[in-house]
């Protein structure tokens, strides 16, 4: 069974930048589209930032221009992000679509790394 381990979230200032970290615990997962949600109590989880097998990118308009989503060649992928606003204070979570050498295509989600705004 695949893990998505989240790490690199925090306490942070505002205006301040974090990076984010999601890698997958089995070696031979091949990932091919990944996406960063966060959710915030008593919100619905939203998704913040994609990319695609190609690597194409795409962003909440919440975080455009702040946050960017980016990948290695293997089955990590990351989110930088700067100039944080209190409002994305949440629970930040991994989602990861791939495959294994037994496994067919299929989904996965990590457990979620906290990041905490403060003023």
């Known amino acids: 069974q695949v893990q998505l381990v989240e790490s690199g979230g925090g306490l942070v200032q505002a205006g301040g930048s974090l990076r984010l970290s999601c890698s997958a615990s089995?070696?031979?997962?091949?990932?091919?589209?990944a996406g960063w949600y966060r959710q915030a109590p008593g919100r619905r989880r939203e998704l913040v930032a994609f990319?695609?097998?190609?690597?194409?990118t795409n962003y909440a308009a919440s975080v455009s221009g702040r946050f960017t989503i980016s990948r290695d060649n293997a089955n990590t992928v990351y989110l930088q992000m700067t100039g944080l606003k209190l409002e994305d204070t949440a629970l930040y979570l991994c989602?990861?679509?791939?495959?294994?050498?037994?496994?067919?295509?299929?989904?996965?989600w990590g457990q979620g790394t906290q990041v905490t705004v403060s003023s």
């Open positions: 989602n990861s679509f791939g495959t294994t050498s037994t496994t067919p295509r299929r989904g996965y």
């Open positions: 089995d070696g031979l997962f091949r990932m091919d589209s």
């Open positions: 990319i695609n097998d190609m690597g194409v």
